[in-house]
């Protein structure tokens, strides 16, 4: 998440983990709104309007798996679920 640690405040080159504790189930895209609010330069990166489309290079991953569907956005999230947010590549 390099691209991303400045967003939330974090220097350096080390992993920047976050653990977020929810009072209900949410989904994967709640949680993504939720710290777009939180974190407002995030949200810059993350959404590419006010309809909170994701922007296309930003990659959401759920314990381990792209979630290419949009669709699975809107999976509610259990406990000890992670999710990490990274940039697509492209090129050859």
Same mark, same amino acid.
């Given at each position: 998440?390099?691209?991303?640690?400045?967003?939330?405040?974090?220097?350096?080159?080390?992993?920047?983990?976050?653990?977020?504790?929810?009072?209900?189930?949410?989904?994967?895209?709640?949680?993504?709104?939720?710290?777009?609010? =939180?974190?407002? &330069?995030? *949200?810059?990166? +993350?959404?590419?309007? #006010?309809?909170?489309?994701?922007?296309?290079?930003?990659?959401?991953?759920?314990?381990?798996?792209?979630?290419?569907?949009?669709?699975?956005?809107? =999976?509610?999230? &259990?406990? *000890?679920?992670? +999710?990490?947010?990274? #940039?697509?590549?492209?090129?050859?």
């Amino acid at each position: 998440m390099s691209w991303l640690k400045e967003d939330f405040g974090h220097d350096g080159f080390d992993n920047l983990v976050l653990e977020e504790t929810v009072s209900r189930e949410i989904s994967v895209m709640d949680l993504t709104y939720l710290m777009a609010s =939180k974190y407002p &330069k995030f *949200g810059k990166k +993350v959404f590419a309007d #006010p309809k909170q489309h994701l922007f296309d290079y930003c990659l959401v991953i759920l314990n381990g798996n792209i979630v290419s569907n949009p669709a699975e956005l809107n =999976k509610e999230l &259990k406990e *000890g679920d992670t +999710v990490k947010f990274t #940039p697509a590549f492209f090129g050859g």
